[in-house]
């Protein structure tokens, strides 16, 4: 067993479409436990840090700025290899070729904007669950 921590955002586009309650259901249903769970409206300075790996790229600015648009879910989830586990469960960044069973495959719309609306992040390394759980839960 390796069990791990990772920071899970359901992004204002779940929240807006009232996906909170199917994308955490679906967490749960495989297995992971939610160890902090909190709906908050992020600040631009916390995106700004979360999504710094991205500064200076096209989608950053919208990115920034619709991840601002509403509130957001942030979940402390743990479980075994969860890191990975819950990327998978997710699927790839664009809903529309993300493949059925995942979260954005199944849920995911082509909005067909400068920026993916892809329901939710999932951190993609230890390195980054263990900075973002701190950005996150401070
Ligand atoms: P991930 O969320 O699947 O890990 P990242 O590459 O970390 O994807 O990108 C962060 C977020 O930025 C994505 O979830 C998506 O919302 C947005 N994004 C990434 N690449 C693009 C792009 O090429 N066009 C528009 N939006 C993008």
């Not at 990772?6 to 204002?12: G, H």
């Amino acid at each position: 067993m390796s069990v791990e921590e990772t920071l899970v955002l359901i992004k204002p586009d779940g929240v807006a479409r009232n996906l909170t309650g199917e994308i955490l259901r679906r967490i749960e249903a495989k297995g992971y436990t939610l160890v902090d769970l909190k709906l908050v409206q992020p600040e631009r300075a916390l995106l700004a840090e979360h999504y710094a790996e991205h500064e200076g790229k096209p989608f950053f600015e919208p990115l920034v700025e619709f991840m601002l648009s509403g509130p957001v879910v942030a979940a402390r989830v743990a479980g075994n290899r969860v890191i990975e586990g819950f990327r998978a469960m997710a699927g790839v960044s664009d809903p529309t070729i993300a493949a059925a069973g995942t979260i954005r495959g199944d849920l995911g719309r082509d909005w067909g904007e400068k920026v993916q609306k892809n329901l939710v992040h999932g951190s993609d390394s230890a390195e980054s669950a263990e900075r973002e759980l701190a950005l996150w839960f401070a």
